[in-house]
Each structure stands twice: as C-alpha cells, then as structure tokens.
C-alpha cells in the first residue's frame, strides 16, 4: 500500500524560503513520477510540479519557476519542493502525488497524501 506523508509547511513573511518534505512508502518509485500540488481555500487543486523519479526529469507550473524545485533523496525515499522567495499567492495546502507519467494532470496521479498548510503572510 502506497503511502506519502507531507511535512514541512508553516507561516511565513513574503520572500522567505520553506523546504516541504513528502515521506513515501510502499513501493519502489522507480519508473513513477511524483509532484506537488495545491489547493488554496476557494480554488481548484492546480499543478505545482512534477519529477520523474528516474533520471530526474521535471516539469514547473509558471507561476513557480525559477523559484521552486523539486528535488528527491533515492536513499531517504522522499521527495521535497524547496520553495524560494515565496509570495502571498503562494499560500495554500500542498499535496504530493504519484502516478504513472510526468503530468501536470490531477488525473494521471492515483496516489495522494493528505497535504500540508503554507501560510504566507506579513
């Protein structure tokens, strides 16, 4: 049974970083893709970013790149989403995901955690 688990999310001021973690179990992730998404209060869940678990492949909404990535730890089996110089907008629950292919898509990730809060406020 796939489980992720998120951590990491918290409040903090416009143009701080915060380093989300997704704890992972139950399957070997090779071949899979994970990614991030979030929801804010009012607002379809959208796509944050995505990796192909083998060779590192990744995909970034516009709203975030050049100031997220999305890094993994093979050895750890978790995924992370180091979010930079975050904004207002960025607040939200943060999901991570796993599916089958590099998506930006809802549909193509089967598996989900139950997210956790960023709160970005001054």
């Known amino acids: 049974q796939v489980q992720l688990a998120e951590s990491g999310g918290g409040l903090v001021q416009p143009g701080a970083s915060l380093r989300l973690s997704c704890a992972t179990s139950?399957?070997?992730?090779?071949?899979?893709?994970m990614a991030w998404f979030r929801q804010a209060p009012g607002k379809e869940r959208e796509f944050v970013a995505s990796?192909?678990?083998?060779?590192?492949?990744?995909e970034y909404a516009d709203s975030v790149r050049g100031r997220f990535t999305i890094p993994r730890d093979n050895t750890k089996n978790t995924l992370y989403l180091q979010m930079n110089t975050l904004k207002l907008e960025d607040a939200a629950v943060y999901f991570c995901a796993s599916g089958r292919s590099l998506s930006g898509l809802r549909v193509d990730y089967d598996n989900w955690g139950r997210g956790t809060q960023v709160t970005v406020s001054s």
């Open positions: 139950g399957r070997t992730f090779s071949g899979y893709a």
């Open positions: 990796i192909r678990w083998s060779g590192g492949v990744t």
